[in-house]
């Protein structure tokens, strides 16, 4: 796998982030229930589809620094951003935000967060185990399959009121997407002549997009949101095949329309994802008052209220930084 930085990769995050923003911003739109179905699925198959292990480094060494790095990216502004978004400050407040899963931050907090703690034990679970894989190579794939089967065990039903500590049931669940993409790489790599030619790329796009589609109706289409965040799979094989099919049909969309612009800010989709809420309310309230009373459309406004909400939290994040990096994982 080459070690440059695949701008395509970037732009398919920057997509990624759109739809999670959309999917946020009208929670009655049939859209909404559609891009819920792989909206947040796609980052963790882009990082699998990206992720390559050190072979020179120990599992020590890995939990050492790697584990440091992810703690200043991901945990600090997460702790920040709790305690600021936070309704409270007491110590009951304090038990929630340290739980780290969605349900606990439903108490006190903004619960979008939750993506920040299950991402850090999914990214930290994935490379140890490629790590220690390189060595005992049955480990990745039994390692994978068995936190599979975690994850469907410990679904939305079989959870405590407060889920499971940083959410690691549904982390297990994108150590299993990430290893999909990891495959749907390799895949890549060898069949380089599905991605290169435009027609074929095009006609893989809408393969893969008609696959998708069908996995979603399957799985309860619109009658059913399927909620990663929770643990609400639906039926759980259809959840995976929705999810891959609509992420890799996403993945070549943003082959296609790669460009700089998008590749910039889908560099920074963590920053994006932590304030986005803050701009939707806004842009919802002025959206509720200047188009909604004339054109009364759900999928129209999430649509309008997520482009534009994207836009402004792409706009803001050079002033945050300038107030504090450590808000958007960029500790000095």
């Not at 702790?79 to 936070?86: D, N, P, R």
């Amino acid at each position: 796998m080459a070690d440059f930085r695949l701008s395509y990769i970037d732009t398919a995050k920057f997509l990624a982030i759109w739809f999670v923003i959309i999917s946020h911003s009208c929670m009655k739109s049939g859209i909404c229930f559609f891009l819920f179905a792989f909206h947040v699925q796609l980052f963790f198959m882009l990082y699998g589809y990206v992720h390559k292990t050190k072979r020179e480094q120990s599992l020590i060494q890995y939990l050492i620094v790697g584990g440091k790095t992810l703690f200043y990216r991901v945990l600090v502004p997460y702790f920040l951003l709790a305690f600021i978004l936070g309704v409270q400050i007491s110590p009951n407040s304090i038990v929630h935000i340290a739980y780290g899963s969605i349900q606990s931050l439903g108490f006190i907090t903004s619960t979008h967060l939750w993506f920040l703690p299950c991402y850090f034990v999914a990214v930290l679970l994935y490379n140890s185990l490629s790590i220690v894989g390189e060595k005992v190579k049955w480990l990745m794939p039994v390692g994978v399959v068995i936190l599979t089967i975690i994850s469907v065990y410990f679904s939305n039903e079989r959870v405590p009121k407060m889920g499971m500590p940083f959410g690691f049931n549904v982390a297990c669940s994108g150590i299993t997407l990430m290893y999909i993409g990891h495959l749907i790489r390799v895949i890549l790599d060898k069949s380089h002549k599905l991605i290169v030619n435009k027609i074929v790329l095009l006609g893989n796009t809408v393969l893969l997009m008609l696959f998708g589609v069908l996995f979603f109706n399957l799985n309860g289409g619109c009658n059913h949101l399927t909620a990663m965040s929770y643990g609400n799979y639906g039926n759980y094989i259809y959840f995976i095949l929705s999810s891959v099919f609509l992420g890799s049909a996403t993945l070549l969309i943003a082959k296609m329309i790669d460009n700089s612009l998008f590749a910039k800010y889908g560099k920074l989709t963590l920053p994006i994802y932590a304030f986005h809420l803050l701009v939707v309310g806004v842009v919802n309230m002025t959206y509720n008052h200047i188009i909604a009373p004339y054109l009364e459309s759900y999928n129209l406004q999430a649509i309008v209220v997520g482009t534009v909400s994207l836009i402004v939290t792409c706009a803001i994040i050079p002033a945050i930084r300038a107030i504090d990096s450590n808000l958007i994982g960029e500790h000095k």
